[in-house]
């Protein structure tokens, strides 16, 4: 297997899907070693510093990418295989920041309160323990919590010339901010353009289900990631499988309509991997489904929707591509 590093410069960080030329090709089976900048751009690294005065508008998210992929072409499959995930600093970092989060007034709910106060926390990594430390902002509470690295952000181009913000989540990938997205985890994704045109980044060293407060515990990452091709078959939106699930990511607003977009591609999905009929493949779900969400904070809402596979048959999704992949990052190591 090929193995490609890729540091980016600064000027090289990418702030949308489509709109970017390609800053390499690369052949499907390559595996990628890259390095991703955290959501702030390194703008908050003690808890001195505050968004609003720290953070530029114009530079968060940043993505490492667009990857061009050798024979991607619209209605093709491209799968992205999570061999690793390691922090790349000693520490991340989180906030509260006004107007922005679950649990406040926003542009699109708007209410007469006071936004909250523009706070931040800095979790420091404890690489042998593998946890990170909180540190309550007013009293002396602290506790560690486990390392659970995560992309927040891995998408490819969107379709008919669009130029999205690394902020959205949408059909593309993009900004869902899904815990399941971690080393292990094959995520599927609908070719649009040419080449693909792939970016990830986002890296959060652990992340709650919801993301409530619109942070998680935000860093630098170093990100093994596997390369691989399914000529057609390309999912409407975002499918992931590990090991123990098959799930699908439906982003939008109301919340409701994300969690519809997951339950539709999970039906169809049983379609394919079971032969069931549609109405079959719907009862089947009602009974076994998880539905956690994502992030209710982007600028779309997400929701994962997925099965366990202990409760079924053994299938192979896309000719048993997860478990060939785990195979070969295996071998990384």
């Not at 540091?7 to 991703?36: E, I, M, N």
């Not at 593998?130 to 540190?135: A, M, S």
């Not at 899904?178 to 292990?184: C, F, I, L, R």
């Amino acid at each position: 297997m090929e193995i490609i590093e890729y540091h980016p410069r600064r000027d090289q960080l990418v702030y949308t899907f489509g709109g970017s030329a390609p800053v390499l090709r690369v052949q499907p089976g390559t595996a990628l070693r890259l390095w991703s900048e955290d959501a702030f751009n390194n703008a908050l690294t003690s808890i001195d510093d505050v968004s609003g005065e720290k953070v530029d508008l114009d530079f968060v998210n940043p993505q490492t990418g667009p990857f061009y992929v050798e024979g991607a072409e619209p209605g093709d499959t491209l799968a992205l295989h999570i061999a690793d995930l390691t922090p790349a600093r000693s520490y991340g970092a989180s906030a509260t920041i006004p107007f922005f989060g679950g649990l406040t007034s926003t542009d699109r709910t708007a209410t007469l309160q006071d936004p909250l106060p523009d706070i931040t926390w800095i979790y420091h990594v404890d690489t042998e323990r593998r946890t990170v430390g909180f540190q309550s902002r007013r009293g002396d509470f602290e506790v560690a919590l486990p390392l659970e690295p995560m992309l927040g952000t891995v998408g490819v181009a969107p379709p008919g010339g669009e130029v999205r913000s690394s902020l959205v989540p949408e059909r593309f990938g993009g900004n869902m901010d899904a815990p399941d997205v971690k080393a292990g985890t094959t995520v599927y994704l609908g070719v649009n353009v040419e080449g693909a045109l792939f970016s990830i980044g986002d890296g959060h060293y652990r992340q709650g289900e919801g993301e409530a407060c619109g942070t998680a515990v935000e860093g630098a990452m170093h990100s093994t990631i596997i390369v691989e091709l399914v000529k057609g078959g390309a999912p409407a939106w975002p499918r992931i499988e590990t090991d123990y699930h098959w799930g699908a990511v439906g982003s939008s607003r109301p919340m409701e309509d994300a969690w519809r977009i997951g339950q539709v591609e999970m039906v169809r999905w049983f379609g394919d991997l079971f032969g069931l009929h549609q109405l079959d493949a719907y009862q089947l779900l009602t009974q076994t489904a998880l539905a956690p969400i994502a992030n209710a904070v982007d600028a779309n809402y997400s929701v994962v929707v997925k099965a366990p596979k202990a409760l079924f048959p053994s299938a192979d999704a896309y000719g048993g591509l997860h478990a060939h992949l785990r195979r070969q990052a295996a071998d990384l190591r």
